[in-house]
């Protein structure tokens, strides 16, 4: 059986990265990765598979390896990333994230709108890494679509 974990995809510096960290429960250096990272509990996507259109079937393909995916989508960014109902192309659930929310040029309901045009449903979560609150109401979102630990899933030997 294939080990499934949370997939994480949104538009370059939307925080993915970030997230697994948070996931992960550990440090994460935070570089911009040019290749899909598996991770024990994530998925990291680079931002460049939803920025390219002809790279979206990878994404696609990506999520048979996931119990979820995580739609980001950057508060301060100014251009859309997300085509009309993309989300609808997953057949696990999707959550949507708004991130960076905490930024002085933040604009989270154009981020919150544009996640619902790419399909995903109530509620987007809004988060701000710097408080604690949003972080919880994150990590509680997600609690049931958590893998198990990797120990769980090997074969007995």
Same mark, same amino acid.
């Given at each position: 059986?294939? &080990? &499934?974990?949370?997939? =994480?995809?949104?538009?370059?510096?939307?925080? &993915?990265?970030? =997230?697994?960290?948070?996931? !992960?429960?550990? !440090?994460?250096?935070?570089?911009?990765?040019?290749?899909?990272?598996?991770? !024990?509990?994530? =998925?990291?996507?680079?931002?460049?598979?939803?920025?390219?259109?002809?790279?979206?079937?990878?994404?696609?393909? %990506?999520?048979?390896?996931? #119990? #979820?995916?995580?739609? /980001? /989508?950057?508060? /301060?960014? +100014?251009?859309?990333?997300?085509?009309?109902?993309? %989300? +609808?192309?997953?057949?696990?659930? @999707?959550?949507?994230? @708004?991130?960076? #929310?905490?930024?002085?040029? %933040?604009?989270?309901?154009? /981020?919150?709108?544009? *996640?619902? !045009? %790419?399909? @995903?449903?109530?509620? @987007?979560?809004? *988060?701000?890494?710097?408080?604690?609150?949003?972080?919880?109401?994150?990590?509680?979102?997600?609690?049931?679509?958590?893998?198990?630990?990797?120990?769980?899933?090997?074969?007995?030997?």
């Amino acid at each position: 059986m294939r &080990k &499934k974990r949370i997939m =994480l995809i949104g538009p370059q510096k939307s925080g &993915k990265t970030t =997230l697994a960290a948070l996931l !992960e429960g550990r !440090e994460m250096a935070i570089r911009r990765v040019p290749n899909m990272v598996y991770r !024990e509990k994530t =998925l990291d996507t680079p931002g460049a598979y939803l920025e390219s259109p002809w790279m979206h079937k990878h994404l696609i393909a %990506a999520a048979q390896d996931a #119990c #979820c995916v995580v739609m /980001a /989508a950057d508060a /301060a960014g +100014k251009k859309r990333a997300y085509p009309p109902a993309f %989300a +609808k192309a997953f057949r696990v659930p @999707v959550i949507g994230v @708004v991130t960076r #929310c905490d930024l002085p040029d %933040a604009n989270p309901e154009s /981020a919150r709108r544009q *996640l619902l !045009e %790419a399909g @995903v449903k109530e509620p @987007v979560l809004l *988060l701000s890494i710097r408080e604690a609150e949003s972080v919880q109401a994150f990590l509680q979102t997600l609690a049931p679509h958590m893998p198990p630990s990797y120990e769980t899933q090997r074969p007995e030997e």
